[in-house]
């Protein structure tokens, strides 16, 4: 694979996912901040273990956000939102490895879907959308991690990933208590998946 060309830092990836899902530029990205700080703050009021623990005011949960707009400029990230109506209720961000010797990989983070959204096959959607993303930017191999018990670490075999294997009390989740990590990866290059 040493002849894969990649796009330059900073490009937008010449990428259009299925509706309901868009790729954000920066400047939608801005725009979108508020909306997605409120679907961060809904998940972990929720019980998602995304880095976050209780309370969590509106303002952390937007800053997030606002501190991802210059990675998404550089290209060091790419965010794929899910919408319903005009309302932001999905999101999950591509963010491809930095070094040298990993331009074939991507982390996948933050895969988050409105409580009162769920059971809609939104991240199943988001999670299509990514691969189709990934390979737009020549990344074949997604890796990514999730609490583990968690609803969605039971969606992420069904979406063709791997488990890697578990980490115990990793970080703590939005209750204050320590949780384990189950690692995932999938390889996108097509027969991978029958190896």
């Known amino acids: 694979m040493n002849d894969v060309k990649h796009p ?10 299925e509706a309901p899902v868009k790729l954000l530029s920066a400047a939608e990205m801005k725009e979108a901040v508020p909306r997605l700080g409120l679907l961060l703050k809904a998940c972990v009021e929720d019980g998602a ?3 976050f623990v209780l309370p969590l005011d509106e303002e952390k949960a937007a800053r997030f956000w606002r501190d991802k707009v210059g990675l998404l400029e550089e ?10 109506e005009n309302d932001i209720v999905g999101v999950v ?3 491809p490895a930095p070094q040298d010797n990993a331009n074939h990989r991507a982390d996948v983070a933050k895969l988050l ?11 199943r959607k988001l999670m299509e959308a990514i691969d189709g993303l990934a ?14 018990g968690d ?24 209750h204050g208590t320590l ?8 390889d996108l290059r097509s027969g991978a998946a029958d190896s």
Do not use: Q
């Open 8 to 17: 330059a830092e900073g490009a937008r990836p010449n990428f259009v996912p």
């Open 49 to 51: 273990g995304i880095g």
């Open 75 to 84: 290209g060091g990230a790419h965010v794929l939102v899910a919408r319903e």
């Open 93 to 95: 961000m591509l963010v």
């Open 113 to 123: 879907v409105h409580p009162g959204h769920r059971r809609k096959g939104i991240a």
């Open 135 to 148: 390979l737009s930017l020549d990344r074949w191999l997604l890796v990514l991690d999730t609490v583990t």
């Open 151 to 174: 609803r969605a670490e039971k969606l992420y075999p069904t979406c063709g990933y791997r488990k890697v294997g578990v980490i115990p009390d990793y970080a703590y989740g939005s």
């Open 179 to 186: 949780d384990a990590t189950t690692v995932f990866y999938k």
